[in-house]
């Protein structure tokens, strides 16, 4: 009988543990599409910059001067 409480307590900590484990592969498919995204965002924000310096010179101005704070 003691035998069989053990093998069940052993049972239950291994379905916990893959429990545990597949959160944290969901978590970390999360962090990996984060990373990507923030990466997307900062190469949108440089496509627009450059598509607005395109744009200015087609029309044969001078984009305004704006001071821009980037985030590293």
Avoid: W
């Avoid at 049972?11 to 916990?16: G, Q, R, S």
């Amino acid at each position: 009988m003691e035998h069989d409480l053990s093998d069940r307590r052993f049972d239950l900590i291994l379905e916990k543990l893959d429990r545990i484990g597949d959160e944290l592969a969901k978590t970390n498919k999360r962090l990996d599409n984060d990373e990507n995204f923030i990466r997307l965002a900062r190469e949108l924000a440089t496509l627009n910059e450059s598509l607005q310096a395109l744009a200015y010179a087609a029309l044969g101005q001078q984009a305004p001067q704006v001071r821009r704070r980037h985030s590293a």
